[in-house]
């Protein structure tokens, strides 16, 4: 595993144009469930009794049970080391971007300034019919469900299933897979389209590859250049450690 982490240390040194692609695994270790697996939050709550568009609209207060619990985790949560190296990563000027699917906000927090929020932000809220939007903390979330002044009911700024992906964001993203030249997959099953369709895109446009997840996924052995079996905490910082080594020698 050391010299295949030391290739892709050397490709991201020489690339123009790094773009990394989180999914919920980074989060992990920052004490935020994953959605899938046998430890995911979807093992408790049905995606679709719990996360779709037309569930909250038939039944908005069961569904901010889970938002609420959600939340409490979130708002407490810190970035990880996998975040922090992320960040250092943008810091050395060798990471252009980081296209997320999570709604945590823990790669601002842990300093990088080009995030795409794929499936929106868990930090902010918003009116399903004026469309007034607030920060989370703005918000007093004892009577639930939440409304606006107008009546509107007020749900998380996020993608519901039967949602779209805001268009600024898909645009964003779309476009950084079409031109990167290494795309850093960590911590996402690569099941959920879009996202799951933009290391295919990086793929065909002659980008390389690299996944780090725990476990296989669709792209292990068929997109993917290389697979790390690791959690992001754990290859990250030795990556970036290494890529920083051959910074300072060139």
């Given at each position: 595993m050391k010299e295949r982490l030391a290739q892709v240390a050397r490709l991201i040194s020489q690339a123009d144009s790094t773009v990394a692609l989180t999914g919920a695994g980074i989060s992990i270790d920052s004490g935020i469930p994953a959605?899938?697996?046998?430890?995911?939050?979807?093992?408790?709550?049905?995606?679709?009794?719990?996360?779709?568009?037309?569930?909250?609209?038939?039944?908005?207060?069961?569904?901010?049970?889970?938002?609420?619990?959600?939340?409490?985790?979130?708002?407490?949560?810190?970035?990880?080391?996998a975040h922090q190296a992320l960040a250092r990563l943008e810091e050395l000027g060798r990471l252009s971007a980081v296209i997320t699917q999570n709604i945590d906000g823990l790669h601002q927090a842990a300093g990088n300034r080009t995030v795409i929020e794929f499936h929106g932000s868990g930090r902010h809220l918003c009116c399903l019919d004026c469309g007034r939007r607030w920060r989370r903390e703005e918000f007093s979330l004892e009577e639930i469900p939440p409304r606006c002044d107008c009546g509107g009911l007020i749900?998380?700024?996020?993608?519901?299933?039967?949602?779209?992906?805001?268009?600024?964001?898909?645009?964003?993203?779309?476009?950084?897979?079409?031109?990167?030249?290494?795309?850093?997959?960590?911590?996402?099953?690569?099941?959920?389209?879009?996202?799951?369709?933009?290391?295919?895109?990086?793929?065909?446009?002659?980008?390389?590859?690299?996944?780090?997840?725990?476990?296989?996924?669709?792209?292990?052995?068929?997109?993917?250049?290389?697979?790390?079996?690791?959690?992001?905490?754990?290859?990250?910082?030795?990556?970036?450690?290494?890529?920083?080594?051959?910074?300072?020698?060139?």
């Open positions: 959605f899938r697996g046998s430890q995911g939050l979807w093992e408790r709550f049905d995606p679709m009794e719990y996360a779709s568009i037309e569930a909250f609209r038939r039944d908005p207060a069961k569904v901010w049970t889970m938002l609420k619990e959600l939340n409490a985790l979130v708002v407490g949560a810190q970035p990880n080391p749900k998380p700024d996020v993608v519901f299933f039967g949602e779209p992906i805001p268009e600024r964001a898909l645009l964003a993203a779309f476009g950084l897979a079409g031109s990167c030249q290494v795309m850093l997959v960590v911590g996402t099953s690569a099941v959920v389209a879009p996202a799951s369709h933009l290391p295919v895109m990086a793929k065909r446009a002659g980008a390389v590859v690299v996944e780090i997840n725990p476990e296989p996924t669709p792209l292990s052995g068929e997109i993917a250049d290389y697979s790390f079996a690791s959690s992001g905490s754990e290859l990250l910082p030795a990556l970036v450690a290494e890529v920083e080594r051959l910074l300072e020698r060139a």
